[in-house]
């Protein structure tokens, strides 16, 4: 039903900042909830950041401070802003879209559509 793609992945000096970018493909995403998550290399998919259809924000202890999550519904856009970014923040990060609000905002298994992933490696 509906589509993310995340872009503006890639290669920064720790301490540098990216943003990245959750596109919708298909349907909006005014309507539906929206995290960003990452997985790093044999490490479980963790969550990192979640922005409700009310615009309440929500974040992993790892990266509060850090990074902010925010989104447009007019131009159908999520954003994660990551500034400080440390070697440990390196992951690949995937946007997820939840159909329903009932669900627990930090898990995976809450959300229904997810895109394909963007990498993020922050070296030393």
């Known amino acids: 039903q509906v589509q993310p793609v995340e872009s503006g992945g890639g290669l920064v000096q720790a301490g540098g900042s990216l943003r990245l970018t959750c596109a919708a493909s298909g349907r909006t995403f005014s309507s539906y909830g929206m995290g960003w998550f990452r997985q790093a290399p044999g490490k479980e998919r963790e969550f990192v950041a979640a922005?409700?259809?009310?615009?309440?924000?929500y974040y992993a202890d790892s990266v509060k401070g850090r990074f902010t999550i925010s989104r447009d519904n007019a131009k159908n856009t999520v954003y994660l802003q990551m500034n400080s970014l440390k070697p440990e923040d390196t992951a690949v990060y995937y946007c997820?879209?939840?159909?329903?609000?009932?669900?627990?905002?930090?898990?995976?298994?809450?959300?229904?559509?997810w895109g394909p992933g963007t990498q993020v490696t922050v070296s030393s």
């Open positions: 922005i409700r259809w009310s615009a309440s924000t």
């Open positions: 997820a879209a939840a159909r329903l609000s009932s669900g627990v905002i930090g898990a995976t298994g809450s959300y229904d559509y």
